[in-house]
């Protein structure tokens, strides 16, 4: 029976320090560290890794409920990972016991708030873009393809791949530079 610990951040200027020392002081060997986004369990190899590893008895150590999964449906497929492996899951900050209906509601609770904030934030970020847009402050990123180059190509006979596969780009882009100029 292993305490399984498992630290995540979201981006690279975070670091997991804190959640590891919480992890070590409950007793948790090994601890699996990553650094990605909560919003989905895809690309999280060190979760992947825990998950196939857990055994009858183990428990699944994180320090809150949205260091797992900031998405509702996500925190119950982990969850219904761990209960089918017969192993359970603890936070050291958050009262979580899955073997209880009481436990297993306030689970839930704490992943629709964690969906929940993650929404608030992509939400307040998309104001922000268009009140700059508005403003005149924000214009997106630059351009890195060459619209003369694409046309110059293109009047020498070139079909899209062909133009595509010389300037490096994808040929999505090529049509949207044509497609600008018929347009025009």
Known sequence: MARIGYARVSTTEQNTAVQVAALRA?????????????????????LATVLDFLREGDVLVVTRIDRLARSIADLQTIVRTIRAKGAALACTEQPIDTSTAAGKAFLDM?????EFETNLR??????????????????????SIDA???????????????????L?????????????????
């Open 110 to 114: 704490l992943g629709v708030f964690a």
């Open 26 to 46: 409950a007793g948790c060997d090994p601890i699996r560290e990553e650094k990605a986004s909560g919003t989905t369990t895809e690309g999280r190899k060190e």
């Open 148 to 166: 003369n180059q694409v046309r110059q190509l293109k009047g020498e006979g070139l079909g899209a791949t062909e133009i595509a596969k010389r």
């Open 122 to 143: 992509k939400e307040r970020q998309a104001e922000g873009i268009a009140k700059a847009k508005a403003e005149g402050v924000y214009k997106g990123r630059k351009s």
């Open 168 to 184: 490096g780009i994808g040929r999505a882009s090529v049509y949207r530079v044509l497609d600008e100029e018929v347009a025009a």
